[in-house]
């Protein structure tokens, strides 16, 4: 049984401008010990999906409008306050995109961390601010104990990540989810940042739900990847399938896109054209605006996610008649 099933997931924000259909018919599970990579174009529903899970969109004017998501039995799509509380924070905790946004500026680094001890294990402060110190020091943070007494403002960018990712794994979750975490970071940092998510992974023996852009992080962080788009799935596989044989023309178009496999001197490659706007009705395959293989066929009818092969499935219509 896995240890998060959603199942035909769809958030809508109802605003006075239209109905934006933010997800759209999401479904997936995450193994114990698995990471899950999510990828696709910012406004692909990827946050969202994650964010509605855990109960953190503000309602209105977002607004669930079907689904489950199973978390080791429990329905946090429907289960009562008390009950997500018990669960966000303790068994399923997030690392945010922005970490100066995500830490309060006005509160000391030490109050933070703690708070999640404080209120789900019930500690004293004393303990709580020792194992705070002891999470620090385990994610790489030098001089731990002067050091969580300071601001965020006093760390670099870097640090603060490393922070934050302390603050997720301080109550030892069992899914983790990481929200772009090294979206704003130089390269050297990223890399370290991923090794530290693998290293606690490893330690924890958690579940990553991993979101990122980033075709390169996920091929050698995750171990399998769902690719989405205008708030759909369209291909769905592990990663190696995934990286050796893309089928929906959109994961291709992703992975021609990343810039260390271009051609030196290149023009570098892009999508054509922008992503639709899901606050208007989307007959047929959301991409086919964009897509080089589409026929009439492609906007008259919306595909359905289908498993090609054992483990791999993606909603091209053309492939799935093996015209492409």
């Known amino acids: 049984m896995p240890l998060l099933s ?9 605003t006075r401008s239209g109905i934006y259909r933010a997800v759209d018919g999401v479904s997936f599970s995450v193994e114990r010990g698995e990471t899950l990579g999510i990828v696709g174009e910012s406004g692909s529903g990827k946050s969202v999906t994650c964010y509605s899970i855990i109960g953190l969109l503000p309602i209105p004017p977002a607004r669930i409008e079907s689904g489950t998501a199973f978390f080791d039995g429990t329905d946090l799509l429907h289960c009562t306050p008390a009950q997500a509380r018990a669960i966000r924070g303790k068994r399923v905790a997030m690392i945010f995109q922005d970490p100066m946004t995500s830490l309060n500026p006005y509160m000391r680094i030490s109050e933070q961390l703690i708070e999640p001890l404080l209120i789900h294990e ?7 601010l020792a194992r705070a110190t002891a999470m620090l020091e ?3 943070i030098n001089d731990a104990q002067k050091r969580i007494h300071l601001y965020p403002h006093e760390f670099s960018g870097g640090m603060r990540q490393r922070v934050m990712i302390a603050m997720a794994l301080i109550t030892k979750p069992e899914l983790l989810i990481a929200d772009e975490p090294t979206t ?5 940092v990223q890399a370290q940042i991923l090794e530290l998510i693998k290293k606690m992974q490893r330690e924890l023996g958690m579940a990553v739900i991993f979101i990122t852009h980033d075709l390169g992080v996920v091929s050698g962080l995750c171990d399998r990847v769902q690719v989405m788009y205008a708030g759909r799935v369209v291909e769905a596989a592990d990663v190696r399938t995934l990286f050796h044989s893309p089928k929906h023309p959109y994961t291709r178009g992703l992975q021609r896109s990343i810039p260390s496999l271009q051609p030196k001197g290149a023009e570098l490659y892009t999508i054509a054209g922008l992503p639709p706007d899901v606050s208007k009705p989307l007959p047929g395959c959301a991409f086919a605006a964009r897509c080089e293989h589409a026929t009439a066929r492609c906007t008259a009818t919306t595909p359905a996610l289908i498993e090609l092969a054992s483990g791999h499935a993606q909603t091209c219509l053309r492939v799935q008649a093996g015209e492409i």
């Open 138 to 140: 385990s994610v790489g």
């Open 6 to 14: 959603v199942t035909d997931l769809r958030t809508y924000f109802h």
């Open 122 to 128: 019930k500690i004293t402060r004393h303990n709580a």
């Open 184 to 188: 704003a970071l130089d390269v050297t």
